[in-house]
């Protein structure tokens, strides 16, 4: 594993909800369906995916709006998910 990869990874790792939900991005996609996909409470979602955002793993695709945000996982979020999914 990439030593840049290693502490994002150990991150997600440590948390259950963060792992499905790292899991659950593999496309763009909004946090009502990421609950939908994962069961998980939406303001969970919300705060892991800030802090997402926050450690780079994932992005905003339309910060601006207040409804409907879109998030995708960045290059290094998608090299942290393929290591979930070996």
């Not at 910060?63 to 945000?69: A, M, S, V």
């Amino acid at each position: 594993m990439n030593k840049n990869v290693f502490e994002p990874y150990k991150w997600v790792y440590r948390g259950k909800q963060r792992k499905a939900i790292i899991i659950a991005l593999d496309t763009a996609k909004t946090p009502t369906k990421l609950k939908e996909d994962t069961n998980i409470k939406v303001t969970n979602i919300s705060d892991v995916l800030i802090a997402m955002v926050d450690m780079k793993l994932a992005k905003c695709l339309n910060p601006k709006d207040k409804l409907g945000r879109f998030y995708e996982l960045t290059k290094l979020g998608k090299e942290v998910r393929k290591e979930f999914l070996r």
